[in-house]
């Protein structure tokens, strides 16, 4: 499978804990973005990369969200202090390099999240 | 501050019938415009894109959609549905080259066969 993957799919976690998702996004894909998507809502943007460089996080990123892809390629997402209200599906997303508009996002399967 | 909003919800339809599926976006300048679509536990997948040139935007699995400048509009359109096509659709505007987009809230469709 050459599409966006994520890992883990699903993560259950008590209030205070710390998570860490995995993103791997498609081969040669410069650009990768974090969204979140809650039941009954369209995903909401979190932050993108472009290479290693994060240009981009959205204010309703709380400081416990923290995102990193040291090398260009995967990238990671964590979440310390879990809160109940960070219950959702989070879900990475990748597009080719060129600066061209027409470029695409290609989206993975999601983590879904579960805070206790 | 740049928005997408969704017309309807939930929208239930028997096969055969004619789907349009409403959007609008507010002004921001430079707009390029998605649909995407995400059947039962599967991931979002691109339906169609419009970025420049001819307003009606042909997509996969027969689906259309026309661009409205006046109208801050990009509805979604198929002319007849069928059970297969029961998914949820999202709306999605990007203002800045490569950068993020913004969702609707999402239509669910259900097709009855």
């Known amino acids: 499978d050459t599409g966006v993957s994520q890992n883990p799919r699903h993560k259950i976690t008590k209030r205070g804990q710390n998570v860490t998702f995995r993103c791997d996004p498609i081969?040669?894909?410069?650009?990768l973005y974090w969204y979140r998507q809650t039941l009954g809502q369209g995903p909401e943007f979190l932050t993108y990369?472009?290479?290693?460089?994060?240009?981009?996080k959205s204010r309703l990123l709380s400081d416990r969200f923290s995102a990193e892809r040291p090398k260009g390629s995967f990238s990671t997402l964590e979440i310390q202090r879990t809160e109940q209200g960070d219950s959702a599906m989070y879900l990475c997303?990748?597009?080719?390099?060129?600066?061209?508009?027409?470029?695409?996002?290609?989206f993975g399967p999601g983590t879904r999240l579960t805070v206790l | 501050a740049q928005s997408v909003s969704q017309h309807n919800h939930h929208v239930i339809l028997s096969e055969a019938a004619s789907l349009e599926l409403g959007c609008n976006y507010s002004?921001?300048?430079?707009?390029?415009l998605f649909w995407y679509v995400q059947y039962p536990g599967q991931h979002l997948q691109l339906l169609l894109k419009?970025?420049?040139?001819?307003?009606l935007v042909k997509g996969i699995k027969g689906f259309e959609a026309e661009f409205i400048k006046s109208k801050f509009s990009f509805n979604l359109r198929k002319p007849s549905v069928q059970w297969s096509d029961t998914a949820e659709y999202f709306c999605?505007?990007?203002?800045?080259?490569?950068?993020?987009?913004?969702f609707g809230q999402g239509t669910e469709l259900s097709v009855k066969p």
């Open positions: 997303a990748s597009s080719p390099p060129g600066g061209h508009s027409y470029n695409e996002q290609f």
């Open positions: 081969s040669e894909h410069n650009r």
């Open positions: 990369f472009q290479n290693e460089a994060q240009l981009e």
């Open positions: 002004y921001g300048g430079t707009v390029n």
């Open positions: 419009y970025f420049s040139g001819d307003p």
């Open positions: 999605a505007a990007r203002y800045n080259q490569g950068g993020k987009l913004i």
